[in-house]
RNA sequence: GCGGCCGCAGUCUAGUCUGGUAGGACGCGGGCCUUCCGAGCCCGUGGCCCGGGUUCAAAUCCCGGCGGCCGCACCA
């Protein structure tokens, strides 16, 4: 019966069971019930993020030499009133109290009153919904109060009031707010990259499906500076020949629409995606089935407009398939333009553009303002006039002789030519906003593929890379016997010493132990047997053969170093037993 | 946030309808056994999601909360 009821619970059920019961992830909170969105890694659940994050910057610090800086997590308002934030992640909602049906207030005014209601407040917005008895569009029930929903979690620093802050919903933000420093890092040369790993926060209305969607999460983002008149990133790797499924928007709008299977390169070529995006797109398709996800379960899709964030340009998702869930989105790569820069450049007052020398200087001329003449001319007007003169550039003197005309507060002003004087300006580069394109990875939904992905419902284990795996040895006496006993923990310890994660166990039978072992996916269990206290050799066990091999005990770390890096094959890694 | 179903040791579950104070299996810890693939035997550990109400008495009935699953909405 039990059995029976077993085989009936989808894989994400037996994932989570066994991920709970063996400590990789279990609901926070607990013993007060749990908290909605969120969720503890446990002591293996800690130890494979962790190797998943190391091998995230594998690919992006090591091999791309990208700059991992690590911020704050709360960060003040002013960063994200300049970011789109605060006004694109703050809804005033209300509800109907009939159906239940859940509405954006101020879209609500909007169409029914035909009147712009954004930056109207709550209070605003609840006055007009009761003023002019707005109904439900749906079933024309009674609308509950506006409420303010607020995606991002608010607080206060300081005593008191203080100074606002919010836990950042993107990573990204603290990257952009140094670029200065960031850039000159890096030489002042484009492209860089600039990588950061951290928690983020979105006080999602209802979280569900487990880490898929969390209010804490951890996310891995790359911001990549091009120029945006040469807007390719020149990667050194040959990601661009993966083959990837792409399903980008023309095909998702079609009612027979598909997935269409090629080369990243194919795809750059003809027009599907943009270079460097493709390159990152290829980046991860390798990244995630380094990690044993299914290469079949991987494809691009494009975002369609209306779902693109208020910064993106064009956004792919990279999502894996999951059995439970469909497609699931673990990787964004947005092309964010200029967007980032150009509005923190605009609110800090900063100058965050890049500087491009020029092979040549060129000579260029424009007007000085002659504050003498401009002051009497058009008092308070002038101060603003000399910064409008001071914007003109031309290419020759004749241009600018005779007179200008300038906008100022949308008013076309004459400038007399005595009011300025004509100067030549040596140009040795151009200055400008850098883009961005960021790849940004979802760590725990990562880790959740990572566990489905090598679930083995057959067995019901896992059978992750052995590099991955989060304990990479178990050590154990075949017999509890003192002597093998303790050989066996002098193996344990000597292996710790050389870096491996180990178990050692040395309850109930060897077979339950192997199959311990086995269930949280230990790639490799060494033995401690009669023969060990003669000859001083111990057998290795492959997890996924149950094949085993002695060897002597003194080449154990060499040995099983090769084998969890995939240097050495099992066969060959000593005596078949 | 709305609606439906649900919540008992680490896990799976009997008991809930009909109120009388919780039983099993696995796991886990210890011991025996001395054994290379979840063996056996003995001992032990551990539970009614939280709060309130009804009642002499609540796992059980009622209300609220929290949490889980599904659908809707939300997920820039």
């Not at 030549?424 to 979802?442: A, L, M, N, Q």
């Not at 170093?561 to 240097?567: A, C, K, T």
Request: glycine share 8%; proline share 5%; aromatic share 10%.
């Amino acid at each position: 019966m039990s059995e029976e009821r077993r085989e009936d619970r989808d894989l994400y059920e037996r994932v989570m069971e066994v991920s709970r019961r063996r400590g990789f992830l279990l609901p926070s909170c607990r013993i007060y019930g749990g908290a909605r969105g969120f969720y503890d890694y446990g002591p293996l659940g800690a130890l494979l993020k962790r190797k998943i994050e190391e091998k995230w910057r594998e690919y992006y610090v090591y091999r791309e030499g990208f700059m991992e800086i690590e911020a704050p997590t709360l960060l003040i308002g002013e960063v994200f009133e300049a970011s789109g934030h605060v006004d694109h992640f703050i809804d005033p909602m209300t509800y109907c109290r009939e159906c239940g049906e859940f509405f954006r207030a101020d879209h609500l005014v909007e169409e029914e009153l035909g009147i712009d209601a954004e930056g109207l407040s709550i209070e605003e917005l609840e006055r007009l919904i009761r003023e002019h008895d707005l109904r439900c569009p749906e079933c024309g029930g009674e609308l509950g109060e506006v409420t303010e929903f607020n995606l991002m979690f608010r607080t206060n620093i300081g005593p008191k009031e203080g100074r606002d802050g919010y836990l950042r919903p993107e990573t990204a933000q603290a990257i952009f707010i140094q670029f200065k420093d960031l850039y000159r890092w890096a030489r002042q040369r484009l492209p860089f990259g600039v990588v950061q790993i951290g928690r983020a926060y979105r006080n999602e209305i209802s979280p569900r499906q487990g880490v898929i969607r969390l209010r804490e999460f951890t996310q891995a983002e790359a911001e990549v500076f091009l120029d945006p008149e040469d807007k390719r990133y020149p990667g050194r790797w040959d990601y661009e020949r993966e083959r990837l499924l792409f399903y980008p928007i023309e095909e998702q709008r079609k009612d027979d629409g598909e997935m269409l299977e090629m080369r990243v390169e194919e795809a750059v070529e003809e027009g599907l995606v943009s270079q460097p995006i493709g390159y990152f797109l290829g980046l991860t398709k390798r990244m995630l089935v380094e990690m044993g996800i299914d290469e079949g379960a991987i494809r691009a899709r494009q975002h369609l407009p209306e779902e693109r964030a208020h910064y993106a340009r064009d956004c792919w998702d990279v999502e894996v398939r999951l059995d439970r869930f469909g497609w699931v989105e673990v990787v964004g790569i947005a092309d964010r333009t200029d967007y980032d820069l150009r509005r923190h450049s605009e609110h800090s007052g900063e100058d965050l553009r890049a500087f491009e020398e020029l092979d040549e200087p060129r000579i260029v001329y424009r007007p000085e303002p002659i504050m003498e003449k401009l002051g009497p001319e058009f008092k308070s007007d002038a101060p603003k006039i000399a910064e409008e003169l001071r914007r003109i550039k031309a290419e020759s003197r004749e241009e600018l002789e005779g007179g200008l005309t300038v906008e100022v507060d949308g008013e076309e002003i004459e400038v007399p030519p005595d009011c300025y004087e004509i100067v030549e300006e040596k140009v040795t580069g151009r200055r400008f906003y850098p883009h961005v394109v960021e790849p940004s990875y979802g760590i725990d939904r990562i880790l959740y593929c990572v566990l489905e992905h090598n679930f083995d419902p057959e067995e019901g284990m896992f059978r992750f890379p052995a590099w991955l795996a989060p304990i990479e040895v178990g050590v154990f006496p075949l017999l509890k016997r003192d002597d093998m006993v303790r050989y066996a923990r002098r193996i344990a310890r000597e292996l710790r010493e050389e870096g491996f994660t180990v178990e050692y166990d040395d309850s109930g039978s060897i077979g339950r132990r192997y199959a311990r072992a086995d269930e949280i996916g230990v790639p490799y269990c060494v033995t401690v047997d009669h023969d060990t206290l003669e000859e001083d050799t111990v057998t290795i066990r492959d997890r996924d053969t149950t094949e085993q091999v002695r060897v002597p005990v003194d080449e154990l770390p060499e040995i099983l170093r090769g084998l969890i890096d995939g240097e050495i094959e099992f066969e060959e890694a000593g005596e078949p037993v």
